[in-house]
């Protein structure tokens, strides 16, 4: 048999409650691993669970996997880190001189993956990364979000990327070697892009199907998550503008505000703009309506207020 392309391969997932998932995902690994020896394109493979501090039985489960096949290792977060500091944890741990991250449930056919290794041997690519060909099966909210924060990427950093929060790609060890990840969010994607063309390093991408998530939890669409990327933005040096209507949450999520009227009211820190005056300077009569919605809220305790 000829030398393999690859001589190792790294597979990894980042995993929080994933206890429906996590032994259909390395089984769908260990099948892709067998046909990219037998294929000879990689020597050898390990997979790897990174437990993000799971309150279900994430914990044993991958602890009983790593215990029956020395190909699967185990990182525990004592903590939630969220994505981004998963992935850190999956770069980390693996080994492979060429590493794979996708979701534990499995967003794509892991053939496609046969495809990535090609792309990346035949265009001598740095990153592989996917884009989905149809995203109508997860709901408008997130296919919204979704292109809007793409835009903003492109927008920002002048990089155009299809689809950058995609959970498939597919990473030479080098990019690890050369690109620094300072994010604990789902800004990570767009940073080891972003980072990677800003190193001249070459990036390809392709088209897949799409097969969204039917159990578990996903959390990418709430409020919380867009505005910890926005966040994350502004720390790599970007302005970011929001036109934003929820005097509840707006304090906690901005630390820069525009009161507008039909005019400009008040501009300036949010500790200092923020105050009864310039809410009544702006909204008059309908203030009194907006607190008495807020408390009602409130009151019900309904979920889209509280921060994840």
């Known amino acids: ?130 884009y989905r060909f149809d995203r109508t099966g997860e709901g408008y909210v997130r296919v919204v979000y979704s292109f809007f924060y793409n835009l903003m990427v492109r927008a920002l950093f002048g990089c155009r990327f299809r689809d950058v929060n995609f959970a498939f790609k597919l990473v030479r060890r080098k990019v690890l070697e050369q690109v620094t990840l300072t994010s604990e969010g789902s800004f990570i994607d767009a940073e080891l892009m972003v980072s990677a063309r800003k190193l001249s390093m070459n990036v390809v991408q392709f088209g897949v199907d799409y097969f969204p998530r039917t159990r578990g939890v996903s959390t990418l669409s709430s409020p919380s998550v867009i505005i910890k990327i926005l966040k994350e933005m502004k720390d790599k040096g970007k302005t970011v503008v929001v036109v934003h209507h929820d005097l509840q949450s707006a304090i906690d999520y901005f630390d820069w505000m525009v009161m507008l009227n039909m005019r400009l009211v008040a501009s300036g820190p949010t500790s200092q703009v923020f105050n009864q005056a310039t809410l009544q300077e702006t909204y008059g009569s309908r203030l009194n309506v907006l607190t008495k919605i807020g408390e009602e809220v409130e009151k019900r305790n309904f979920p889209i207020r509280k921060n994840s």
Request: cysteine-free.
């Open 1 to 130: 048999m000829p030398n393999p392309r690859f001589e190792r391969f790294s597979v990894f997932f980042p995993m929080w409650n994933e206890e429906e998932y996590l032994q259909r995902a390395l089984n769908a690994a260990i099948e892709l691993g067998d046909d990219l020896i037998a294929a000879g394109t990689i020597g050898d493979y390990e997979m790897i669970i990174v437990n993000d501090a799971s309150t279900d039985a994430t914990a044993r489960l991958a602890d009983e996997a790593a215990a029956s096949n020395s190909r699967v290792k185990v990182v525990h977060h004592p903590t939630n880190r969220k994505l981004g500091g998963s992935i850190k944890s999956g770069f980390g741990a693996a080994t492979g001189d060429v590493v794979l991250y996708t979701d534990a449930d499995l967003p794509f056919d892991f053939k496609e993956v046969h495809k990535a290794m090609r792309l990346m041997h035949q265009y001598e690519a740095d990153i592989v990364a996917a």
